[in-house]
């Protein structure tokens, strides 16, 4: 999704001359493409995400709308309070972009992994977050949402290599994104972890169960109607994302399911504590903390009360 | 904008006990010590505060905790009423503590130290970038310089040649609890800044026509990010609280009100 997101910048900045984008030393081979048509509005701040979020802060005050990137950690905790104080509390048009959700820079380890920061982003009153699942629906969703008013939180993914199958690059603000349909089951899903969703739904249709899946990429606004409907249309969800349990889709999920008195069960697959230190790549992390196809599978055998030693 | 009132010191000294002793809030030294600065800003180098002029000159009061002291010098601006300026800490009023961006004349809310300078950045660069001139002023406090977000607005103003941006340092050499050569010692400060490729002015920061006179002589086009070394006395025209770290949070007894309104009251008479 960092290569949709330099393409779209690129475009948008050619017609629309508020845009700006900042970056914290980080993008190298990403967003040289922007650098180069616009080279009087990019701006390297160095290893500086406060100041790069003050600054963004100004920029937006002063007419712009300034788009601020780095990896996820960085660009949401280490400057949260600048968030806070400054584009949310102003109601500012800061676009903040956090790069590799969750275990995508696997072997970087811990410090790398951002695993809680949809959920931070979520509880800021005005500030929309928008975490996309490919890079067609990435490139969809910046271009709908880059001028709206007031903050933005893009969680993008790394890769701009696959397709989610169905979804054809759809995005709406406050709405999921239907891509697969069955009866017996609801995934929702979010992120780049969708592709793991996909297949979970093969394998629960090898075992006779179909699933509908939709994927929820407007976190903020939330899609409180869509998600009302199909909870009260399912027995059961899943609720699939690459964070840590608590703060972000999963919750939101639970929050719905709650204040609305549906009677669907809800089962929450994400990160369910601190990783455990040892290095791996994307898809071993994934496994060892049940984010795999395989776990989403057995997280939905749970949702559906169906024993896994029975099948 | 033209004012009703004389913006002097004294006038914004009383106006911070008045209405510090009314709210029976504290912060008094913080506010007493910059009076002199926001006299010399708002008498006559701030360009249009308080209008939508896209040419205004920007101010932003890093050190927030220091509001009162805004709210006087909008006050006797005619920016902000008298009955405004009563509201101070009332509940439901927009005058609190930390000054707030839906007033009139106030661009940023602060109150958390170390976001000023950086948010001051982006406004000067933005004048740069849409090719509207004008200059931003942001006021922070030595303590403040603590922080190392500051720091990093500190080097990206130098490397990008801001020159329309000018810091002032209230160099009054207290924190919240101590003093800062005890808590972390600062100095050489100016040549810290100068070091980082600013144009350093050390002034004395008790003294309007001084300041006024270092704000006039600034070159504003060309060169560096500015910074005003202010050296100013904390509690500053009132006796019992000058130096006195406690005055960064206590209020005033009835006793202390009287005194402290006299001797400015006999400034002013000077």
Known sequence: ?311 | MKSAYEITPQEIRKIIIEESKRANVGHIGSALSIADILAALFQGVLHGTGTDDPNRDRFILSKGHAALALYAALYLKSILTRDQLQTYCCDGSFLGVHPEHRLDGVDFSTGSLGHGLAIGSGVALASRLSGIYYRCFVLVSDAECNEGSLWESVMFAAHHKLSNLIAIVDNNGQQAFGKTKEVIDLEPLGEKWRTFGWEVHQVEGNSTEELMRSFQALDTRNGSPKVLIADTICGKGVSFMEGKVEWHYLPLSDDQYIQALNEIERTAKK
């Open chain 1, 1 to 311: 999704m960092r290569r949709a997101l330099t393409t779209a910048l690129r475009e948008i900045a050619g017609s629309d001359p508020r845009v700006v984008l900042m970056t914290a030393d980080l993008g190298f081979m990403v967003l040289e493409e922007f650098a180069k048509a616009h080279p009087s509005r990019f701006f390297n701040v160095g290893v500086a995400e406060a100041n790069m979020i003050g600054l963004a802060t100004g920029l937006a005050a002063s007419g712009f709308i300034p788009f601020t990137y780095s990896i996820a950690t960085f660009a949401s905790m280490r400057c949260y309070e600048q968030i806070r104080n400054g584009p949310v509390l102003h109601g500012l048009p800061v676009r903040i972009v956090g790069v590799g959700g969750g275990f995508e820079y696997g072997h970087a380890g811990y410090t790398h992994h951002a695993l809680e920061d949809l959920g931070i982003a979520r509880i800021q009153p005005g500030l929309t977050v928008i975490a996309p699942a490919d890079h067609l629906q990435a490139s969809a969703a910046i271009r709908m949402t880059y001028d709206l008013p007031g903050p933005i939180y893009y969680r993008l993914g790394k890769r701009d290599d696959y397709v989610l199958p169905g979804l054809e690059g759809r995005f709406r603000l406050g709405r999921v994104e239907t891509i697969r349909t069955g009866s017996d089951i609801l995934l929702l899903t979010l992120g780049s972890i969708s592709t793991e969703t996909v297949k979970a739904a093969g394998l629960l249709a090898l075992q006779g169960i179909e699933a509908t899946i939709c994927v929820v990429s407007s976190l903020r606004p939330a899609p409180l109607e869509d998600l009302m409907e199909l909870l009260a249309r399912f027995k059961a969800t899943v609720t699939v994302e690459e964070h840590y349990s608590e703060g972000a889709l999963g919750s939101l999920v639970c929050e719905i399911a709650a204040e609305s008195a549906s009677t669907c069960r809800v089962v929450r697959c994400g990160v369910k504590t601190m990783p455990a230190s040892v290095c791996g790549s994307e898809a071993c992390l994934r496994d060892a903390n049940g984010l795999g196809a395989d776990g989403i599978l057995k997280s939905a055998l749970v949702a559906l009360g169906v024993s896994v030693n029975e099948r």
